[in-house]
């Protein structure tokens, strides 16, 4: 176990809030592994899937009202207001541990609370960071192992007086009335109590790896990023590594994995997968940002996964994967929308109700076998495109970003920046649709600053402004670029078909990363000159592409206005770079009046 005497206090302090029948301290193992999971198949809260077909794979279904992150209940708790800032909702510390304290008191009777000791980040890197999660859910365990570096090599890297994020979660009675999400940056702590899914349970995950991550690295000189990391390969052999920040359900884990079109892997593409959802970088002595996934699987969205779309997510999910609110099928396999080949004639549904292909509920509304939100838990290190470095603590070093998201109509395919700072400024702009990877309305533009609006663990407009500070530090800064795979046409198709292809667009990125790819100056950045994406052996028309690379001036001036009032929003602490470089594309619009 351990010698550490704040992390035993710290368990019996909660222990003593929480009054478990039993404490149990997880050491990793693979029979651990197997006495939690016959544990779970008994009490149903794991069903075992067809070992033949799926060998290793379990089953999960949570509570039908909690099927993905709460971020109305997930709060940042700073002593002062100011430092969570206008994005995040706040509570007070005292407030935070009273209220979820109230719910945490007396909710393990009758059940064991797990001691999951866990790192972010390669055992005993200096990169990395140790956390502790105490959970009364073994479905919170089992994940966490495939999630993280995870059992008593961490204890034993803790040592004696190791440094450690204090994560308590309790399902309670998952009652949405009594579910928090409190992250307390100043104290390293993270109470979540009243949910059992994903993004709101894995606390090494948002919380840990993002909310309080993101605190930190400010503190410490360091970024923690929702971004996917890739190395694309050329025909000349060059690496090159790209990071991408996509909100939620964006295409951040496909992206990740994508597989060559026909015609660029026999030129000579290659693409290796890092991580699919989260970066943690910092500045080394060449002067460039040098990225590692801290995570060990990945949470990936379900739905629309196929074997054409995603291959290598589906080769990765065939073993040792735990499938949450898909679709089970009476041969005890599983089943979702947009998967491969054709439903099954009945099955049971993402809540465990008979279900057939064509239903309908009251409303007439199609009834769905997977809950667009499902999700698989899958061990990176079974990717078949697994970087062979994927794990070096040295991380590698990132020569572009990308931000992106869901616009129908605004952005196009692809654009550069100018430079950081204007760089700086597309991501703070960030817009996308909403999907279903939170709770709220499909489809509505909301503003997600580097897709962390709802990561953040501090004063977004600081964090513009860390930004800011961290290009005047690097020397060889990445390149910054923004993409839309979900611009539509008049008829509300997607001229741009997406997935594999989307390498011809990172292949435009890395040349103009070495300067060698043409380009056309617009008012929002540069965009490709025509015929500078490689379209060979994808037949879209000329007029299709310029449409999809298009800027469109009423469009802008609408966005313009939006993203004023966003930025209006964060007052006095808004870096003036900001607004220096909203009046600069007002300007370069002709828009000088409205500024
Ligand atoms: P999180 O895990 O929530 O952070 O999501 P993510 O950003 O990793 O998104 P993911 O790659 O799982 O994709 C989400 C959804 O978008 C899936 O249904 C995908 O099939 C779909 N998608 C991903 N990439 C593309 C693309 O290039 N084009 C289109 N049309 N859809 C895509
Ligand atoms: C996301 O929503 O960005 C995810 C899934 O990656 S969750 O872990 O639920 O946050
Ligand atoms: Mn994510």
Not at 155 to 173: I, W
Not at 359 to 375: F, I, L, Q, W, Y
Request: hydrophobic letters at 35%.
């Amino acid at each position: 176990m351990t010698g550490n005497i704040k992390l035993k206090n710290w368990v019996k302090e909660c222990a003593e809030l929480c009054q478990p029948d039993n404490i149990v301290w997880c050491d990793g193992s693979e029979a651990e592994k197997e006495r939690l999971e016959k544990q779970a198949f008994a009490t149903g809260e794991l069903i075992q899937l067809n070992q033949e077909k799926l060998p290793g794979c379990a089953y999960h279904r949570t509570a039908t009202n909690d099927v993905a992150r709460t971020e109305h209940l997930t709060f940042i708790c700073t002593r002062r207001k100011e430092d969570a800032g206008p994005t995040n909702n706040w509570m007070s510390p005292e407030e935070g541990y009273e209220r979820a304290g109230a719910i945490f008191r007396g909710s393990m009777r009758g059940r064991t609370m797990y001691v999951i000791p866990f790192s972010m980040g390669p055992i005993g890197s200096p990169f990395s960071k140790i956390g502790v999660e105490l959970s009364d859910s073994i479905y919170v365990v089992l994940n966490m192992r495939i999630m993280t570096n995870m059992g008593q090599a961490v204890l034993n890297a803790l040592g004696t007086d190791g440094k450690f994020t204090k994560a308590l979660h309790g399902k309670a009675e998952r009652d949405i009335n009594k579910r928090l999400i409190l992250q307390f940056p100043e104290d390293n702590t993270i109470w979540s109590v009243g949910s059992g899914y994903g993004g709101n349970v894995l606390l090494g995950k948002k919380c840990l790896s993002l909310r309080i991550a993101s605190y930190l690295g400010r503190q410490e000189g360091w970024l923690a990023e929702h971004m996917l990391i890739v190395g694309i390969q050329d025909p000349q052999g060059r690496m090159t590594y790209i990071a991408g920040a996509f909100p939620s359900a964006c295409g951040k884990t496909n992206l990740a994995m994508l597989v060559p079109p026909e015609a660029l892997k026999a030129k000579g593409f290659k693409v290796v997968t890092i991580g699919d959802d989260i970066a943690w970088m910092r500045i080394k002595e060449d002067g460039r940002l040098w990225a590692v996934n801290p995570e060990t699987g990945f949470f990936g969205v379900v739905p629309g996964t196929n074997w054409q779309t995603n291959p290598n997510a589906m080769a990765t999910t065939q073993k040792n994967t735990i499938y949450t609110n898909v679709a089970l099928k009476p041969d005890g396999t599983v089943w979702w929308e947009d998967g491969d080949g054709p439903p099954p004639a009945e099955a049971q549904d993402w809540q465990g109700n008979y279900w057939r292909p064509g239903m309908t509920d009251e409303d007439g509304k199609t009834v769905t076998g997977a809950h667009p939100n499902s999700r698989f838990t899958t061990p990176a290190s079974q990717c078949p495109c697994i970087a062979p470095n994927w794990q070096d603590p040295e991380g590698v070093p990132i020569s572009a970003f990308l931000f992106g998201g869901r616009r129908a109509r605004l952005a196009p395919l692809v654009y550069q920046s100018f430079n950081w700072q204007h760089g700086v400024f597309v991501g703070a702009t960030m817009a996308s649709e909403r999907t279903a990877a939170q709770y709220g309305k499909l489809g509505e533009v909301r503003r997600d600053p580097m897709a962390m609006l709802p990561f953040c663990g501090y004063n977004m407009a600081d964090y513009f402004g860390y930004w800011l500070a961290t290009g005047k530090k690097l020397t060889n800064p990445p390149k910054i670029f923004h993409v839309n795979w979900f611009r539509t046409d008049e008829r509300g198709k997607l001229p741009w078909p997406g997935f594999g292809e989307n390498l011809r667009v990172l292949d435009w990125i890395v040349k103009r990363c070495r300067d060698e790819a043409a380009a056309e100056e617009t008012p929002i950045g540069y965009v490709p000159a025509p015929g500078a994406i490689d379209m060979s052996g994808l037949d879209i028309p000329a007029k299709v592409m310029e449409k999809l690379l298009s800027v469109s001036p009423d469009d802008w001036a609408d966005d313009l206005k939006n993203i004023k009032e966003f930025f209006t929003g964060f007052g006095d602490r808004l870096p003036g770079e900001i607004w220096e470089e909203y009046r600069a594309l007002n300007d370069r619009f002709g828009n000088g009046a409205s500024r």
